[in-house]
């Protein structure tokens, strides 16, 4: 896919910002390179990389790249692609105590001109992104479509470049205190936002709203502590909303969820008070409202072998769950898998008999249209990992 290109104000920006992050540090200039298997013999904290070099590479390898500068200080990444590569390094040594306060201002540089070309990749404007957007006006088909939580950093990192501080929202907060670019401002002021920075913010906002469209959205759950959800007010509402509104039940009753999504989604919300206690009683109400969004749920999938699917029902779902859909749809006649989480996830499937003489004959074209479908949104939906790492 072609980079999109930036403004040349942008590109210029990010080259002066090398220079400015590098000024005070010995640096080399780096020697003539062609391939990224070269790039592993530099020193980052002494050699500077630059836009062409990296633009020459495959985008596959930028990740990778971003995981050296990293990883000669020790950092432990959730993304399993770069971990996983990190490891099979001789000189890795993973460290769990790495902070990005070990980075130094020329390793800095460097990461940034790497996420700069990651961004000129991207088929769409993702979490990590916004730096390079300062001065560019957004379009709808450059957004593209995101989960809930994505949104929300989206929107705060606008402002996040600047310094703000996210006190009412600690997994924001966190989030950003992650990245090694973020510098948290006390003096922040909205007033500083351009004027394009501030119709981006709307952009994001007015697509937010539309994608999380539903009969029913999250927190609209405590309308239905005294009242049944029916199958009328779920009409319409996405795979991502439905285990939302569903786990929503049980956080309105406390329950505490691992670190992840739902964690970060519930901890973020006014009205969730968590408790110690690990389980959590629901009313039979309760129990019936999860029952019907799980039914609900349960009907969409199914509905995967029988009727084409309304893409804007996958609008929010990670890549991974796109691809447990697609998966599913190919289980039902029987497929065996070769890669072992794929197996071990459809063997719990309910009704699943493992045939070894499975063929893709046996698809429906309804379902060939479907897998086609899902594929297709699993190549540009954020991964559950957590996207760039960076």
């Not at 890795?92 to 990461?111: C, I, K, M, Q, W």
């Not at 999504?261 to 690990?278: G, H, I, N, V």
């Not at 197996?343 to 063929?359: F, M, R």
Request: charged content about 25%; hydrophobic content about 40%.
């Amino acid at each position: 896919m072609a980079a999109r290109s930036l403004s040349p104000r942008v590109a210029l920006a990010a080259m002066v910002i090398g220079a400015v992050l590098v000024g005070a540090v010995p640096s080399r200039a780096q020697p003539h390179l062609t391939s990224f298997d070269s790039l592993l013999t530099l020193d980052y904290t002494r050699d500077r990389l630059d836009l062409n070099t990296l633009r020459a590479l495959r985008p596959d390898d930028l990740p990778l790249l971003r995981g050296v500068v990293f990883g000669r200080h020790g950092r432990v990444f959730r993304n399993e692609d770069i971990q996983e590569w990190l490891e099979s390094q001789d000189w890795y040594h993973p460290d769990s105590a790495f902070t990005n306060a070990s980075l130094g201002d020329v390793e800095r540089a460097s990461l940034d001109v790497i996420r700069q070309v990651e961004a000129e990749n991207h088929s769409m404007v993702e979490p990590g992104d916004l730096r390079w957007w300062q001065d560019q006006h957004m379009h709808i088909d450059q957004l593209g479509t995101h989960t809930r939580m994505e949104w929300a950093v989206l929107r705060a990192e606008v402002e996040a470049v600047h310094g703000r501080r996210f006190p009412a929202e600690p997994w924001l907060q966190r989030y950003f205190e992650e990245r090694y670019w973020y510098r948290a401002d006390d003096r922040y002021d909205a007033g500083r936002l351009t004027g394009i920075e501030r119709a981006n913010l709307a952009l994001i906002d007015s697509l937010a709203r539309a994608q999380g469209a539903g009969a029913l959205a999250p927190c609209d759950m405590g309308l239905y502590e005294r009242q049944p959800v029916t199958i009328d007010v779920l009409r319409g509402t996405g795979f991502a909303t439905l285990r939302i509104l569903r786990n929503e039940i049980y956080a309105r009753r406390g329950m505490r969820f691992p670190d992840g999504q739902l964690a970060d989604w519930f901890t973020s919300r006014e009205w969730y008070e968590p408790r110690d206690s690990a389980a959590v009683e629901l009313t039979q109400l309760d129990q019936r409202n999860v029952a019907t969004i799980a039914a609900y749920e349960r009907s969409l999938r199914e509905s995967l072998d029988s009727a084409p699917i309304d893409t804007t029902l996958l609008w929010g779902l990670f890549a991974e769950d796109a691809h447990r859909l697609a998966i599913e749809v190919y289980a039902r006649h029987g497929r065996v898998f070769r890669r072992k989480w794929e197996q071990d996830y459809v063997s719990k499937l309910a009704g699943y008999q493992p045939d070894p003489g499975y063929t893709d004959a046996r698809l429906t074209e309804i379902e060939r249209t479907n897998i086609a479908a899902l594929v297709r949104y699993e190549k540009n939906a954020s991964s559950i990992r957590g996207g760039v790492e960076g």
